[in-house]
């Protein structure tokens, strides 16, 4: 519904609108609004009002769309604004962890494709891609991810793409195959003692990795646990 108020003795025309919103559940939306017209030559200045809204929670007035929607409300708005809403949600969320997972896993099953969709939009972002990176790092540091991780290595090292792999390195690397196959050779005949703690950490592990400065020196190698073998190999390469 639109209603007109002229006002052209002072070169304003003002305009009141109300209707509803059919994307928004029919909310009810009212504003109005002043026009400027062309008076002896110049414009008159523009005037905008919104209709607002008390939150209940922290008793300030906002403008209507910084509320939810609620088909059953008088106003078809929520009490209580958006910031409100997500600071209780917030809260809630951190009293009750064992509620919210349950509600997880329900809304899961229920909506498995949508959230499939959700899942992979989310991992190509850069947020989506440090979060990920970050929980298969604290995933893979628990027992059942190194034995996840081992059965991985072990179906890829069989199948004929680790083969192809490993042809490729071979060819690319025979300096540093030629100087692990003389290493390995030693710790298994005896002749050098594989210690039980790393020497950068002192991490104690059951397998202590031996790590080449130099590949044309086999035997002359640093002992690390896999975490800190992994963080000079990459320190290496980024070198390189």
């Known amino acids: 519904m639109i209603m007109l108020d002229s006002r ?16 928004y559940h ?28 008390k939150c209940s929670k922290c008793r300030q007035w906002k403008q209507e769309h910084e509320f939810g929607s609620r088909k059953t409300a008088r106003n078809a708005l929520r009490s209580q604004c958006r910031q409100c809403e997500r600071n209780y949600s917030k809260i809630y969320r951190t009293r009750h962890p064992a509620k919210i997972q349950a509600a997880n ?40 991810g190194k034995a996840v991780r081992r059965a991985i290595s072990k179906r890829f090292h069989r199948s004929e793409k680790g083969r192809q792999a490993r042809l490729r390195y071979k060819a690319k690397y025979p300096e540093r195959v030629c100087c692990r196959l003389s290493f390995n050779a030693a710790v298994a005949s005896g002749r ?17 990795h031996g790590h080449h400065p130099d590949y044309l020196k086999p035997f002359d190698v640093v002992w690390l646990c896999s975490n800190c073998h ?11």
Request: hydrophobic share 25%.
């Open 105 to 144: 896993k329900t809304y899961y099953h229920l909506h498995r494709e949508d959230a499939r969709v959700r899942h992979q939009w989310y991992k190509k972002t850069e947020r989506g891609k440090q979060a990920y990176r970050e929980a298969h790092l604290r995933y893979y540091a628990t027992a059942q």
């Open 8 to 23: 052209l003795e002072c070169g304003i025309v003002g305009v009141r609108i109300t209707g509803t919103y059919p994307q």
């Open 192 to 208: 050098i003692s594989r210690p039980t703690k790393c020497s950068s950490c002192g991490l104690s592990e059951s397998i202590i």
């Open 26 to 53: 029919n909310r009810r939306f009212s504003c109005s609004a002043t026009f400027p017209v062309i008076q002896r030559g110049r414009r008159v200045s523009v005037r905008e009002d919104r209709a607002m809204k």
């Open 230 to 240: 992994a963080k000079e190999t990459k320190r290496l390469g980024e070198l390189e």
